[in-house]
């Protein structure tokens, strides 16, 4: 019994029952079914290398940077998450390239049950893509029929505003991140509209990479701009910011005040503690595995993972959803009324 005596009980080509064999992600559901009949019908055994070497139980976990520590607690949220539900995580850092997240997505397609995508760099039409190919969900990030999980940080940088604006702050700037950031350009969008709506002026600089060594020209942009407030893309490049404005006898929050985004771990040790957009950033990992693990027969979360559960019932019915998490503004020492202003801080 050769392959091509089962592509000729499928109606298929052998190309295409290798492929379902040794890659079942790349073939749609009915035809992978009907091939997988017809050779338990003939009785036949794919060779070894036609069986592929998939990793049972293995979750691909693929974030732009591991050194940045807003990902620590995405990846902590889903090994949580997957080591409840007997998985393993395979985690996967593509170094801010797009070009590394697509071959490295290629490669291991076949051999994970499923990947979650955090802060992808890739366009949608690739990431939906790769959703052809295997099970997918996207954090921070919202691709037509692709599953999602966002955190609600266009509405945070809008409080963060109006909190500047209640501090008698008129003109702000607005430190952008990666070009290839989905939340970047959002997060400009609701800035943008806030500002009208509270009669205030925004601009924008950048973009910068979401490090810290970033923070030294962004501040330099937001001297020079005359601004006397500041929102960062990330809490990275607002400490960043920080120290340089140290440098240059920039007094913060007197001469200029800065909000971060993320609340990252450090940031309230910072000289002044940073002022910045909390992120439910551990929940928003073990709800995209959750979600994740929901598609792929993932079983029943447990009891320790009881918040992540709540929230993907609600789309447990519609796979193709969103959950939005929501954020707040934790205020701390980097922000204060306005330079010529009397005002109490909010």
Same mark, same amino acid.
């Given at each position: 019994?050769?392959?091509?005596?089962?592509?000729?009980?499928?109606?298929?080509?052998? #190309?295409?029952?290798?492929?379902?064999?040794?890659? +079942?992600?790349?073939?749609?559901?009915?035809?992978?079914?009907?091939?997988?009949?017809?050779?338990?019908?003939?009785?036949?055994?794919?060779?070894?290398?036609?069986?592929?070497?998939?990793?049972?139980?293995? =979750?691909?976990?693929?974030?732009? $940077?591991?050194?940045?520590?807003?990902?620590?607690?995405?990846?902590?949220?889903?090994?949580?998450?997957?080591?409840?539900?007997?998985?393993?995580?395979?985690? &996967?850092?593509?170094?801010?390239?797009?070009?590394?997240?697509?071959?490295?997505?290629?490669?291991?397609? #076949?051999?994970?049950?499923?990947?979650?995508?955090?802060?992808?760099?890739?366009? $949608?039409?690739?990431?939906?893509?790769?959703?052809?190919?295997?099970?997918? =969900? &996207?954090?921070?990030? /919202?691709?037509?029929?692709? #599953? #999602?999980?966002?955190?609600?940080?266009?509405?945070?940088?809008?409080?963060?505003?109006?909190?500047?604006?209640?501090?008698?702050?008129?003109?702000?700037?607005?430190?952008?991140?990666?070009? @290839?950031?989905?939340?970047?350009?959002?997060?400009? /969008?609701?800035?943008?509209?806030?500002?009208?709506?509270?009669?205030? /002026?925004? $601009?924008?600089?950048?973009?910068?990479?979401?490090?810290?060594?970033?923070?030294?020209?962004?501040?330099?942009?937001?001297? @020079?701009?005359?601004?006397?407030?500041?929102?960062?893309?990330?809490?990275?490049?607002?400490?960043?910011?920080?120290?340089?404005?140290?440098?240059?006898? &920039?007094?913060?929050?007197?001469?200029?005040?800065? &909000?971060?985004?993320?609340?990252?771990?450090?940031? $309230?040790?910072?000289?002044?503690?940073?002022?910045?957009?909390?992120? +439910?950033?551990?929940?928003?990992?073990?709800?995209? =595995?959750?979600?994740?693990?929901?598609?792929?027969?993932?079983?029943?979360? @447990?009891?320790?993972?009881?918040?992540?559960?709540?929230?993907?019932?609600?789309?447990?019915?519609?796979?193709?959803?969103?959950?939005?998490?929501?954020?707040?503004?934790?205020?701390?020492?980097?922000?204060?009324?306005?330079?010529?202003?009397?005002?109490?801080?909010?």
């Amino acid at each position: 019994m050769t392959i091509r005596d089962v592509a000729r009980a499928a109606a298929v080509a052998p #190309s295409t029952v290798s492929r379902a064999l040794a890659r +079942p992600g790349r073939v749609n559901a009915a035809t992978r079914t009907r091939i997988e009949a017809a050779a338990r019908a003939l009785g036949y055994t794919a060779p070894r290398s036609e069986r592929g070497t998939r990793d049972v139980g293995a =979750v691909a976990v693929v974030v732009p $940077d591991v050194t940045n520590p807003f990902f620590f607690d995405v990846i902590r949220g889903a090994q949580h998450r997957l080591a409840a539900a007997g998985r393993t995580q395979l985690l &996967v850092d593509t170094e801010e390239s797009a070009g590394t997240e697509a071959a490295t997505l290629g490669a291991i397609a #076949s051999r994970v049950d499923g990947a979650v995508l955090a802060a992808s760099r890739l366009s $949608d039409g690739e990431i939906a893509r790769f959703a052809g190919l295997l099970p997918v =969900v &996207v954090l921070n990030r /919202r691709v037509p029929s692709v #599953s #999602s999980v966002l955190i609600d940080t266009p509405g945070g940088v809008g409080r963060a505003l109006e909190h500047l604006v209640s501090l008698g702050h008129r003109h702000v700037l607005y430190v952008g991140g990666p070009e @290839t950031s989905w939340s970047n350009e959002r997060r400009w /969008r609701a800035l943008a509209a806030a500002a009208a709506r509270l009669r205030v /002026r925004v $601009d924008t600089a950048g973009p910068f990479a979401p490090v810290v060594d970033s923070g030294a020209a962004a501040a330099d942009a937001a001297v @020079t701009a005359g601004v006397t407030a500041c929102i960062a893309f990330n809490d990275l490049i607002a400490i960043g910011m920080l120290r340089r404005l140290r440098e240059r006898s &920039v007094r913060v929050p007197v001469d200029m005040s800065v &909000v971060g985004c993320d609340d990252i771990f450090g940031a $309230d040790f910072c000289d002044p503690p940073l002022t910045t957009m909390t992120s +439910p950033i551990e929940q928003a990992g073990r709800v995209a =595995v959750t979600m994740l693990l929901r598609r792929i027969g993932g079983g029943v979360p @447990t009891d320790a993972d009881a918040a992540a559960a709540v929230v993907a019932d609600a789309v447990a019915e519609h796979p193709t959803d969103s959950v939005a998490l929501p954020t707040h503004l934790t205020v701390r020492g980097s922000t204060g009324p306005a330079p010529g202003t009397e005002r109490s801080p909010a």
